[in-house]
C-alpha cells in the first residue's frame, strides 16, 4: 500500500514564526498536494505539485509557499505564521493526473 | 471555477433506515469520488465513479454518476452506527496547458447513526 507521511500530527507554532510541514510518499508518485480541512468548508487546494520542482496554486495559496525538491516529499511552508492558519493540514499523492489520491494522517497546526 | 455542493451537510438517522446525500458540481467532468473520514483520522477512499451512468455499491452504500446532471448521490441502505462518519464528494479537474490535476471537494455531509 501507499504510505503517505506526514511528520507531525499536532502542532503549536506563534504567530508571526516560520513553518515547515513536511510530506513523504514511498510510491514514486508523481503528483503531491496539500489541502487544508477547516469545519463547513471542506477540503482546500493549498499547492500541488506534478513533478520535482513543478508546482502550481491552488484555490488558497496565500501565506503559503511549498517545495518539491526530490519527488518523493513535499513540503508546505507558512512564512508568517498567522492565527487564521490554524487548520487541520492534509497531505495527499496520486499516481497518475486523475488517480485516486492517497491521504495522510494529516497534521494539526495551532497558531497562537 | 469548479464548485462542488453536498446536500444535506448534516445528517441524523436511525437505523435501519435509508437516506441519499447528493453532490452537485458546477463544471463538465467525468470522475468522481467519494471519500469517508472518521472523527480525528485521514480520508478514506470509498469508491470512483468514471462515467456517465456509473454505480457502485459496497455494503450498506451505492454511489451513482450522472454527467448530463452534473449530479453523484450516495444511497445508505438500512443505515448502522459503524456508518457514522463524514462523507466527502470531489470532482476532478485537469489543467490541460500544464497537464496538472486537482481534486475539488464538497463541503462534506457528516452524518451520524442513532441506535
Known amino acids: 500500500d501507499v504510505k503517505v507521511t506526514q511528520s507531525s500530527r499536532y502542532l503549536v507554532k506563534r504567530t508571526g514564526e516560520k513553518v515547515f510541514l513536511e510530506c513523504v510518499q514511498d510510491?514514486?508518485?508523481?503528483?503531491m498536494f496539500w489541502y487544508r480541512q477547516d469545519p463547513g468548508l471542506g477540503l482546500r487546494l493549498i499547492y500541488f505539485?506534478?513533478?520535482?520542482?513543478?508546482?502550481e496554486k491552488g484555490d488558497i495559496p496565500e501565506g503559503y509557499s511549498v517545495s518539491r525538491e526530490k519527488k518523493e516529499r513535499f513540503s508546505l511552508i507558512l512564512e508568517s505564521a498567522s492565527t487564521n492558519q490554524t487548520s487541520m493540514y492534509l497531505c495527499?499523492?496520486?499516481?497518475?493526473?486523475?488517480?485516486?489520491?492517497?491521504f495522510g494522517s494529516g497534521t494539526r497546526l495551532t497558531v497562537v | 471555477e469548479l464548485k462542488v455542493e453536498q446536500n444535506p451537510l448534516f445528517l441524523s438517522m436511525q437505523e435501519g433506515k435509508n437516506y441519499t446525500i447528493y453532490c452537485n458540481y458546477s463544471?463538465?467532468?467525468?470522475?468522481l469520488y467519494w471519500y469517508r473520514q472518521d472523527p480525528g483520522k485521514s480520508l478514506e477512499s470509498l469508491f470512483v465513479?468514471?462515467?456517465?451512468?456509473a454505480v457502485k455499491q459496497e455494503g450498506r452504500l451505492m454511489a451513482s454518476l450522472d454527467t448530463k446532471a452534473r449530479l453523484s448521490t450516495l444511497h445508505i441502505t438500512a443505515a448502522v452506527h459503524d456508518l457514522s462518519a463524514t462523507y466527502f464528494c470531489?470532482?476532478?479537474?485537469?489543467?490541460?496547458?500544464?497537464?496538472?490535476?486537482?481534486?475539488?471537494f464538497g463541503e462534506g455531509t457528516q452524518l451520524t447513526v442513532n441506535p
Open positions: 505539485s506534478y513533478d520535482v520542482k513543478m508546482k
Open positions: 465513479l468514471l462515467s456517465n451512468g
Open positions: 510510491m514514486d508518485h508523481e503528483n
Open positions: 495527499a499523492s496520486s499516481l497518475t493526473r486523475v488517480g485516486g489520491y492517497t
Open positions: 470531489a470532482v476532478v479537474l485537469v489543467n490541460l496547458e500544464t497537464s496538472g490535476s486537482r481534486l475539488t
Open positions: 463544471t463538465t467532468s467525468d470522475r
